[in-house]
């Protein structure tokens, strides 16, 4: 079965630094999201991307965020300069070729900023 | 606006029923249902859109009532695999979706 996978699966980086998050979603998916969960809380948007541009994003996802889909499989969530409080799990997910289709959610990525 | 998810936390034994609650204070268009395990990520459920179409696994079942901005999901004769922490989201499409707090289930033998 088609899934979307994530990589790296931790990153641990120094406070300032930039990371960057990727994923491939599953291949004929057009929609694709990023959220994040900070440990122990609710699963919280980050933006949503679709026919090669961002479709909405909320107010977590400031200047220091951005999206990038370099080619027709990789998605990528950039934090350019990342805080002690961006530390959270990074969940990737890709819905399918109709609105309001279920989203199917990758692994995660855990960010660690020290 | 997130949803409003009832009850906070659930303790059932093996068998028994449950009905997790998710309320909205803005008109809805669809409401989605997700389950996630500690360390995991959230597993799709259950899809419920304005209209009455629904798509998700048969041995889910949940309710939508546009008119009151409401869902619910039922879960009967749980297991200990139904354990984790369900989330009700709002939105989709191209917005994304907006989930509510979620609530515990915890099954016990």
């Known amino acids: 079965e088609p899934e979307v996978t994530q990589t790296p699966s931790h990153q641990v980086t120094q406070m300032g630094q930039e990371v960057i998050l990727r994923c491939v979603p599953i291949s004929n998916h057009l929609y694709f999201y990023w959220y994040r969960q900070i440990l122990g809380q609710k699963v919280e948007f980050l933006v949503s991307?679709?026919?090669?541009?961002?479709?909405?994003k909320s107010e977590i996802f400031d200047d220091q965020f951005s999206v990038e889909r370099p080619d027709g499989s990789n998605f990528t969530l950039k934090i350019r300069s990342t805080k002690l409080e961006d530390s959270a799990m990074y969940f990737c997910?890709?819905?399918?070729?109709?609105?309001?289709?279920?989203?199917?959610f990758g692994p995660g990525t855990r960010l660690t900023v020290l | 606006q997130q949803p409003v998810q009832s009850p906070q936390a659930v303790i059932l034994r093996e068998g028994e029923d449950a009905v997790i609650n998710c309320s909205s204070s803005k008109a809805l268009y669809s409401v989605h249902w997700y389950r996630q395990k500690h360390g995991e990520a959230p597993v799709f459920l259950m899809i419920l859109l304005k209209g009455g179409e629904q798509k998700g696994h048969d041995k889910i079942s949940a309710s939508f009532n546009e008119k009151k901005q409401q869902s619910s999901l039922y879960l009967t004769a749980s297991q200990l695999s139904y354990s984790g922490t369900y989330f009700c989201g709002t939105g989709g499409g191209a917005d994304g979706l907006t989930f509510g707090k979620g609530t515990h289930l915890i099954i016990q033998p």
């Open positions: 991307f679709y026919n090669n541009e961002i479709s909405e």
């Open positions: 997910a890709s819905s399918g070729d109709r609105p309001y289709n279920e989203q199917f």
